[in-house]
């Protein structure tokens, strides 16, 4: 499965539409993709996870390392639209208690 990750900025915040399926395979285009989006200065970041299908160990790392980077750059990350086998991924690794994750557009936790 192929993964594809469409950019749209909204003042000062970028929105990611990502679809398909991140994993091992995947996983290495999408962190290229988010962390340039970091290291051009975005500090407000927001992942619309709506049609991802899948999401493996990898996949976690990658919204993980782009997390750290925001965080001590004085940014913040937002995965929104999570399905709720995504949004229990995160909640049973413990990560919905220090990400800001929502099922919906408008906030996240």
């Known amino acids: 499965m192929n993964i594809t990750i469409d950019k749209q900025q ?3 915040e970028i929105v990611v539409l990502v679809a398909g399926e991140i994993d091992a395979y995947t996983a290495p285009k999408l962190r290229e993709e988010l962390l ?3 290291e051009e200065g975005n500090k407000s970041i927001t992942v619309n996870l709506q049609d991802v299908s899948y999401l493996d160990s990898t996949g976690l790392g990658v ?3 782009l997390f750290k ?3 001590e750059k004085g940014g913040e990350l937002k995965l929104i639209q999570l399905s ?3 949004k229990r ?3 049973i690794t413990g990560l919905s ?3 800001n994750i929502s099922a919906t ?3 996240g936790r």
Do not use: I, P, S
Request: net charge negative.
């Open 84 to 86: 709720d086998r995504l």
């Open 97 to 99: 208690k220090v990400m």
């Open 89 to 91: 991924l995160f909640e």
């Open 36 to 38: 340039a989006l970091a």
């Open 10 to 12: 909204r003042d000062e």
């Open 69 to 71: 980077q925001l965080k």
């Open 63 to 65: 919204f993980v390392g």
């Open 105 to 107: 557009t408008e906030e």
